[in-house]
């Protein structure tokens, strides 16, 4: 069964530093997300990204964020100046149509600012 | 807007008796609802989706869940729990914004099974 990807699993960063976390969606899919979940806390939407742009974002989802589908098959999430409160298991996930249904979810990475 | 909310946040149970999670939705329209369980270390996998057609919903693994309007509830249930049952367990509803497919969590409930 096709699967999302993400890598990398676990990645440990400095306050300041700039992070980039990878995914590879499903390769017929259209419609890409990133979530996150802060430890004991609810997964939240941060992005959605459609046709080379972005179509819908959280407020979560500052100027510190950004996002990106540099070869047709990555799909990248940036964050530019980590902070602490970034630290947060991260979620890529794609779809084909756009639509709530057909979601598939990549395993995580789980970012840890110091 | 578009809200769940998982009225536990841990339920325990033993081995071989029934399971319910509840969950709870508030939406200004017919929502698509969902149940997502994550076990650890693991990514999230789809349980079962409701989108309007039959009110009792089965998915994967033996879990069903029946969709209450008069009751905004969603609630998840299997008959018989295995160990392998216990993960985290997460009631989502579409926000329904356009095409966008942005998805809308509850606070999650831990599944504890006990032998």
């Known amino acids: 069964e096709p699967e999302v990807t993400q890598t990398p699993s676990h990645q440990v960063t400095q306050m300041g530093q700039e992070v980039i976390l990878r995914c590879v969606p499903i390769?017929?899919?259209?419609?890409f997300y990133w979530y996150r979940q802060i430890l004991g806390q609810k997964v939240e939407f941060l992005v959605s990204?459609?046709?080379?742009?972005?179509?819908?974002k959280s407020e979560i989802f500052d100027d510190q964020f950004s996002v990106e589908r540099p070869d047709g098959s990555n799909f990248t999430l940036k964050i530019r100046s980590t902070k602490l409160e970034d630290s947060a298991m991260y979620f890529c996930?794609?779809?084909?149509?756009?639509?709530?249904?057909?979601?598939?979810f990549g395993s995580g990475t789980r970012l840890t600012v110091v | 807007a578009q809200s769940v909310t998982q009225l536990d946040s841990h339920v325990s149970v033993s081995e071989g008796t029934p399971v319910l999670l509840r969950c709870n939705y508030s939406?200004?329209?017919?929502?698509?609802l969902f149940w997502y369980v994550q076990h650890p270390n693991k990514g999230l996998q789809l349980l079962l989706k409701?989108?309007?057609?039959?009110?009792l919903v089965k998915g994967i693994n033996g879990f069903e869940a029946e969709f209450k309007k008069s009751e905004t509830s969603f609630h998840l249930t299997k008959p018989s729990a295995h160990m392998s049952d216990a993960a985290e367990y997460f009631c989502?509803?579409?926000?329904?914004?356009?095409?966008?497919?942005?998805?809308?969590f509850g606070q999650g409930t831990t599944l504890q099974v006990k032998p």
């Open positions: 390769s017929n899919h259209l419609y």
């Open positions: 409701y989108t309007s057609a039959a009110t």
């Open positions: 939406s200004s329209y017919s929502p698509s």
């Open positions: 990204f459609y046709n080379n742009e972005i179509s819908e």
């Open positions: 996930a794609s779809t084909l149509t756009g639509g709530d249904y057909g979601y598939t």
């Open positions: 989502v509803v579409s926000a329904g914004s356009g095409n966008t497919g942005k998805l809308i």
